[in-house]
């Protein structure tokens, strides 16, 4: 075992604070990682409040790490100590189902291990995430960060980035691809980054016109506005693949009427009820509506590799750690442009609470 410093709420709505915890030794297959950053995701919020009714306090959060290893496991082949590595929302899943052979580990079917908040498939512990100096992953589940990638702004693509990646790799977004994404957060923003790059014609739709500056600022090609009904009609059937990342209920009937014949809707925001569907906008052009989960490891190396190669970086705003409950609050205002991510170099002031 070995001590390190997190934060973590202790209660839902708390504040996040400083707490000694304890790693599990190395087991063999094992890799120990000093955390340099970890991003803040809107889901750390959702579990910290409790707002699924799941979480297990205290809480540490963080599933999108980005570091060095630190010590490896006797039976570690594929990292040394020096190694920049990145660990991203999961840790560990059967390794024997379809899904996990397939390298689909998030769609496991006995339920994949959380980076925290889950269960550890050895002891049952409840797992602790990335606001911390240290953690301690299988090495199946550790992926490699590519020397031309800038270690502060690679986190963001272990979550966010993974997210939009998946369906835009599964349903062949690349040249000639006619594509909107729905929103401009923190998804969104990686949703035409990464479009832009896979070489399709990218509009960002939003009910905002003062987004539409920072839309053709991160490489869009036009700006939809929703509220236009005007630009929605001339709009109809005009696009081959729309990402949906709005993050709450919503009525996703009138995107449906934006998708041309086979075109699909991917929802990759909303976990929660959606508005009721017309079924005749699906029947209509072939419609449909689809989801997506993360992302397994094959496809988030992938996408590190990607990102790497064309550059393509999420827009962060670099916090310490201390600033976490700010960050929190500025969040839950929309307030960051367009993600959060801590220097966990501040860690080493923290002032841990007994």
Known sequence: ??????????????????????????????????????????????????????????CVPGH????????????VTMYKIGDRVAVGCLVDSCGQCDPCR???????????????????????????GGYADKIVVREKFVLRVPEALDLKYASPLLCAGITVWTPMREHGVGPGTKLAVVGLGGLGHMGVKIAVALGAEVTVITTSPSKADDARALGAHQVLLSTDQKAMMASLNAFDFILDTIPRRHDVNPYLMLLGRNGVLAVVGAIDLLEPVHGGLLIRNNRRLAGSLIGGLPATQELLDFCAEHQVLPQCELIAMDDINTAYT?????????????????????????
């Not at 397939?102 to 602790?128: F, H, I, S």
């Not at 367009?338 to 002032?351: C, E, G, N």
Request: charged residues 20%; hydrophobic residues 40%; contains cysteine.
């Open 102 to 128: 397939a390298g689909e580990e998030q769609l496991c079917v006995k339920g994949p291990t959380a980076t925290y908040n889950g269960k550890d498939r050895v002891t049952g512990e409840t797992t602790l």
């Open 330 to 354: 500025r969040v839950q205002a929309n307030d960051v442009k367009y993600r959060f991510v801590i220097d966990m170099a501040s860690m080493k002031h923290a002032q841990v609470v007994q």
């Open 64 to 75: 999108e790490i980005v570091g060095h290893v630190a010590a490896v496991g006797p039976s």
């Open 1 to 58: 075992m070995s001590t390190f410093t997190a934060y973590c709420a202790c209660e839902a709505h708390g504040q996040l604070m400083p707490k000694l915890f304890e790693r599990r030794a190395l087991r063999a297959d094992d890799v120990a990682i000093e955390i340099a950053y970890c991003g803040v995701c809107h889901s750390d919020l959702h579990q910290v409040h409790n707002d699924w009714k799941n979480t297990v306090y205290p």
